[in-house]
């Protein structure tokens, strides 16, 4: 964001304080609705209550919608009397309606509802899983049909083109409201009005159904480059369309998820929340920690008379678990991206695995090989050498194995890859690590 | 992907592997561009070659630029005759011949392009760097003057479409080109004829220089929900265009990237690449850790003739120093993407270190009590009770402290913040834990 433009929301979040509600409202027309959004977030929550009361609905719902991050648009359109607050969710494109109102809890919902004109749209949409092609389509869109010229056809999209705000293409159902096709504007606008559309269209294999993942959508939608993408019901009648802006949020989203659930987070976890609630998403997951750290240091515990012998072993327990850990990490990071890109058919789950292996034995014996040579430097005698060389390559082959196993495994198993596989492979390589070595020098040294 | 897809792609590819052309030729034609490209990627290097020399260039062309993930499809244009790769090339949008010629070396480029009828907008598109609007944007776009009227306009429209592969929407520029504002296709069909371009346009506030970074020009497109944004030169001239689906395929990479830095991989790394090239781009960093695993073992070292009277130390070192590593690590993931994200304006960093080092000091005193419980259950005497929950606290404090100081000072720094953070994090957590843990044993119980 520019300075200026800065300095001309500041500007706007003063004049909201000071309650200078037309000065406000003459300006905030010419913003764009993730701006005007920008200054609601600023506000805090009274503030805001008090401006949206007064705002036409018309601005407000936009603003409200475009909240992003941890700001609650939701709790906003609750506190509002159920009047306002359903002249807002009218003004609304229906996902958008059943997005917000989905935050809410059942009654508050009802309550809103009760009050809006035409409600069918936005209860059927709530239905839907948030996280589905269904919870992310819209129910507006053009149609036309297949036996039409698309003179005819071009009349249809002008009527209905005004109750749609963003028609990114045009869909071309039979008389039972079966997608057949799919025409762009493009094509409408160039090709000769004599022509039926049925011959100009392009196919619509390109579809998914409601309960699609919305992952799934999105790689769809990126793979086949489409601007949206149509929802249709098992007989392939058309229920709405998902939109590229939806997609880009959708992977965006997903994102955060990945790299949260890879760094031990809860996905659910508000980036910019308070510190309370941070705590209680990430404690738990440390006590979790804490139960394989009491499993690595029993291991320890087993060679306690073996370190009373010999404590320069202890220097290098950490650093033949690290190892393995860092190891196990980059193995994870690149199996979990793969599999979460869809990247791996399942003939070749296999393979994965068997790459990661090679790559963690060589770089085992690589990195052996320096830390042996370093003891050796250090005046360590050769014994020691060997066991050091021997329990870094075997770790750092074990780090490849189960960095690559476990999100393979979880994925088979159905369950999102990322999840917790970190913790299972740093137990495993700290576990390994302390038995290979401490093993292997009560076997050799003692 | 569908199963009968699956199978429908598997017989493309025995087709081409039995030198059946025309009956390939025919099902190709059928195809979405990306699953071609899917076929021409199951075939080896050599396969490929010799199949895309029978193709004719209006498939192979599409088929090519829309291979993903690790096939190199610039080899095969490479290899191939280059009148033939010319006309290849010449069938390409300007973005895309660009993107697949960027890839080979200068020569291999000059000696393709030489063929090439007219290649001054692909020659532009090759100067700007890969990961910015210019190195993303098209230069085949609609526009239309700001003083005519829509249906002079419509015209134009009808005229320049033809050649433009996707009109994602239409720009309104003045008599020197500069960029003025925009009309969606809805706009022209259902405005009036003698309506004037200038009084039913859009503004075009959203628009980026050709330097602009990729990922802030997806930001751009995702906060304002647009299907395309606008390059412009320093005088506000229209340049180009960059459109949704670049802008998902740029969010995917970059949620990539993210993910192999924090995972300690090189953002380079092909995920799908041979092992061999994992190993060099994995080898180096695990080199880098290995330096800062004997910092953290020299810690231990200093301490060993602590740990040598009192053994059971050892057993608490990879608990204390591990939890630290996960607490950091959490820290780490929700602050690399916050920053990532834009979301932390920059008077508000310090906000964000306060909170982590709240996370931090609270979890340490939640875990640190839990631990030193279990130290007294287990039969420790009291002391070394007191010496793990004030280890394990300050230890989390430091987690919290540093997972959210380092990337915040990378980001000061103009350096992508997910970048090595994780080894400077745990390395701290590592050092500060041995240190805390021995060097409070040290005091207080010997």
């Not at 809410?104 to 069918?120: N, T």
């Amino acid at each position: 964001m520019s300075l200026a433009q800065e300095d001309r929301l500041a500007e706007l979040v003063a004049l909201a304080r000071e309650g200078r509600i037309d000065t406000f409202i003459e300006r905030a027309w010419k913003l764009e609705p993730a701006d005007l959004a920008d200054v609601l977030a600023a506000l805090d929550e009274d503030e805001r209550l008090v401006l949206v009361r007064e705002l036409p609905a018309e601005l407000s719902s936009q603003a409200l919608v475009e909240m992003r991050g941890d700001a609650h648009p939701e709790d906003t359109l609750a506190a509002l009397d159920p009047v306002q607050a359903a002249e807002i969710v009218e003004e609304l494109e229906d996902d958008d309606a059943a997005d917000l109102l989905g935050e809410l809890e059942p009654e508050q919902q009802e309550r809103i509802l009760a009050e809006v004109e035409d409600r069918a749209d936005v209860d059927r949409l709530l239905r839907y899983d948030d996280e589905t092609a269904g919870g992310l389509m819209t129910t507006a869109l053009v149609t036309v049909t297949d036996l039409d010229n698309v003179g005819l056809a071009l009349e249809a999209v002008r009527r209905q083109a005004e109750d749609v705000e963003d028609v990114t293409e045009i869909f071309v159902v039979d008389t039972a409201r079966r997608l057949v096709g799919s025409l762009s504007f493009k094509q409408l606008v160039v090709t000769s009005p004599e022509t039926v559309v049925r011959d100009v269209m392009e196919d619509a294999e390109v579809r998914v159904g409601p309960d699609e993942d919305q992952e799934d959508v999105a790689r769809l939608m990126a793979r086949y480059n489409v601007p949206s993408v149509p929802v249709v019901d098992p007989s392939g009648r058309l229920l709405g369309r998902v939109t590229y802006d939806d997609v880009i949020d959708v992977t965006e989203a997903e994102a955060t998820e990945d790299l949260l659930r890879f760094g031990g987070v809860s996905p659910d976890e508000e980036l910019g929340g308070r510190w309370s609630s941070a705590v209680r998403s990430r404690l738990p997951w440390l006590y979790v920690n804490l139960l394989t750290a009491f499993l690595a240091a029993s291991v320890v515990y087993f060679f306690e008379d073996t370190i009373a012998k010999m404590t320069a072993l202890a220097i290098w327990m950490p650093i033949i678990a690290g190892m393995g850990g860092n190891a196990g990490t980059q193995a994870l990071a690149v199996t979990v991206r793969r599999l979460s890109l869809g990247q791996v058919p399942a003939d070749r789950l296999w393979a994965v695995i068997k790459k990661e292996m090679l790559v963690g034995i060589t770089n085992g014996l690589a990195i052996g090989l320096v830390i042996s040579l370093v003891s050796l430097l250090l005046g360590s005698e050769w014994r020691l050498g060997l066991v050091v060389f021997l329990a870094m390559t075997a770790n750092l082959f074990v780090a490849g194995t189960a960095g690559s196993f476990v999100p393979v495994l979880l994925e088979r198993l159905g369950v999102d890859p990322a999840v917790a596989s970190s913790i299972f492979v740093t137990t495993l390589t700290d576990v390994c690590g302390f038995s290979l070595l401490l093993g292997l020098a009560t076997v050799v040294l003692l």
